[in-house]
């Protein structure tokens, strides 16, 4: 098993982050308070919005000069902005500041991903708690039409010609429909459902567990449930870490499938785990990719947190 919590992690707040000088800040936005607040507290020399057509704004609702671009992969997506918005920058040695709270996850990973691959040693990720989600335990972040589940780009790994030892893990949260296709995409794998505990606010726990319950026929009786701190991407990479350790020496593992589909921070433990155990092997991470995304789940601010993601 590899400790990863050792890495920094911290509250930080609004001054905090307007007296920390970043060369880039990169932050995807949606008209929500939290990511509104802390585009415009961030100090940068450079700072980008980048937009995801999947929220549906119109035009008048995305502020002018920020990135936007037909891609649908996230690869491509990612791929075009850092083309036009940062030709030519040594990403080896650039100061980068990532907020990703309106990042839709796959593209949030392929981040991470693409900065790693650059030679990015560490870079700085903020992410804002809501202050509670407009629907409670009913909150729809995706659209239920979900039209492929696929290996998010980045993290495809290889494909182990044996599937009778296949491991699903699913990071569970409010999107009982997206946890469901995944299960039901992989269903002769055994299952292990990772639930965020504690979680980003005290009543979310029972919120989200209600919604994975709703999952339970394509999850399967058999499928066992551990925790990581919701809003601690360090803590979710190291349970993953022992996690899988010891599933390779008690029962075996073919082909291992990583699906985070709670919090933010808890898919950035996902990457963090995929990028320094599993890269070249037969491990990949699969997402449930919808038609659309709500632009505005959430209302009000809540914690502010700061990692420091080293690679």
């Given at each position: 098993m ?6 920094y ?5 609004l ?12 932050s995807?936005h949606n ?5 509104l607040?802390?585009?415009d507290a ?8 980048v ?8 035009k ?6 920020s990135?936007?671009?037909d891609?649908r ?5 990612m ?5 036009e918005?940062?030709r ?12 990703v ?42 659209s ?7 290996q ?9 010609n ?7 893990i ?23 459902v990772?639930?965020?505990l504690?979680s980003?606010?005290?009543d979310?726990y029972?919120?989200?567990?209600l919604?994975t319950r ?20 360090f803590?979710?990479a ?9 599933e ?5 593992i073919?082909n291992l499938y ?10 950035l ?18 997402f ?8 505005d789940?959430?209302?009000g601010i809540?914690?502010?947190w ?6």
């Amino acid at each position: 098993m590899t400790d990863y919590t050792y890495l920094y992690r911290d509250n930080t707040t609004l001054n905090d982050l307007a007296s920390a000088k970043w060369d880039v800040f990169i932050s995807a936005h949606n008209p929500t308070e939290r990511v509104l607040r802390v585009f415009d507290a961030v100090s940068a020399k450079q700072k980008d919005w980048v937009s995801h057509a999947e929220y549906g704004l119109t035009k008048d609702r995305v502020p002018p000069g920020s990135f936007t671009s037909d891609a649908r992969r996230e690869d491509d997506f990612m791929f075009e902005y850092f083309e036009e918005r940062l030709r030519g920058v040594d990403l080896k040695t650039v100061s980068i500041c990532v907020d990703v709270t309106g990042f839709m996850r796959p593209h949030m990973l392929y981040l991470v991903h693409y900065l790693s691959e650059k030679g990015a040693k560490k870079v700085d990720i903020v992410y804002a708690e809501p202050g509670h989600y407009k629907r409670l335990d009913d909150t729809q972040f995706a659209s239920d039409r979900v039209h492929t589940v696929r290996q998010v780009a980045g993290y495809e790994g290889i494909t182990a010609n044996k599937t009778r030892d296949d491991l699903l893990i699913i990071n569970a949260g409010f999107e009982d429909r997206l946890t469901a296709e995944v299960a039901e995409d992989k269903d002769k794998a055994r299952k292990v459902v990772l639930l965020g505990l504690p979680s980003l606010k005290a009543d979310m726990y029972q919120q989200g567990v209600l919604r994975t319950r709703r999952a339970r026929d394509a999850l399967g009786e058999g499928a066992r449930e551990l925790f990581a701190p919701a809003a601690d991407p360090f803590a979710t990479a190291t349970v993953l870490s022992d996690l899988v350790g010891k599933e390779r020496l008690s029962s075996g593992i073919d082909n291992l499938y990583l699906s985070p589909l709670s919090t933010k921070p808890s898919a950035l433990g996902f990457a963090l785990f995929y990028i320094r155990e599993c890269r070249g092997t037969a491990a990949s991470i699969i997402f449930p990719f919808s038609e659309s995304y709500a632009a505005d789940a959430s209302e009000g601010i809540g914690r502010i947190w700061k990692y420091e993601m080293e690679f």
